[in-house]
């Protein structure tokens, strides 16, 4: 009898996707396009995913892993870049803010599927400053910073009707009130070690050109696709 990934690879799986196929030619990536460094090409292809009205272009895949090479991965929005790096703001005893504590390094991928682009960023995590987290936290919509009271990120309720109760607890403790910082609200930034910026082309033959951290300065290559 074949086993599951023999039946999957010879498509008797239920879903048979092996005809869904996109042949990229939007657009090429050569060395002579790459600015000086990553931070500010990473500015150049935000702006022009923005412009090209992709949604929400700052979504980003966070994938973190425990100390013995658990992988696990989520969508979180990225809300700033500077020379620095990349800054979001999450929960910190959620599941990634436990993995990340334990094993302060993090993969982010930007998929900018109607550029036929994706940005791949591998570096290394710290924890913002409280007065840092505080000015983002002020900024959030009041429904969000009710939100981060409500939901202790990553712990098991039993059903939407308790979310919703302390929800509705935290909003009348609230009332007529400024919301303070979650002490278990917390934001990172992330120092790229690498950042890879792949652009689609016709036959698989992407472009791949990736820029390695050298202590403060920046080397690029190129990458087989």
Same mark, same amino acid.
């Given at each position: ?19 869904? +196929? ?39 895949? /966070? ?23 990349? /800054? ?16 302060? +390094? ?72 400024? /919301? ?14 690498? /950042? ?30």
């Amino acid at each position: 009898m074949a086993e599951p990934a023999d039946r999957v690879a010879a498509g008797s799986a239920d879903l048979d996707l092996r005809s869904l +196929r996109e042949d990229y030619s939007r657009s090429g990536l050569v060395e002579g396009d790459l600015a000086a460094d990553p931070i500010t090409m990473f500015g150049r292809w935000f702006e022009e995913a923005r412009a090209a009205g992709v949604h929400e272009p700052n979504a980003m895949v /966070v994938a973190t892993a425990t100390p013995d090479g658990v992988p696990s991965s989520r969508f979180v929005l990225l809300k700033g870049v500077s020379g620095d790096g990349f /800054v979001f703001f999450t929960n910190t005893a959620s599941r990634k803010g436990a993995e990340l504590a334990a094993n302060p +390094r993090c993969a982010l991928l930007f998929p900018w599927h109607p550029l036929e682009r994706q940005v791949r960023v591998d570096g290394t995590v710290s924890l913002l400053s409280r007065q840092a987290v505080a000015d983002y936290f002020a900024v959030r919509p009041r429904r969000s910073q009710l939100g981060a009271w409500a939901s202790h990120q990553s712990s098991v309720v039993a059903d939407r009707a308790e979310l919703a109760a302390s929800y509705d607890a935290v909003e009348a403790r609230y009332d007529g009130q400024d /919301v303070p910082v979650p002490e278990e609200w917390g934001g990172y930034l992330v120092r790229p070690e690498t /950042v890879e910026f792949w652009q689609g082309r016709p036959g698989r033959m992407h472009d791949r050109l990736v820029y390695r951290r050298a202590g403060e300065v920046w080397t690029t290559e190129r990458l087989a696709p």
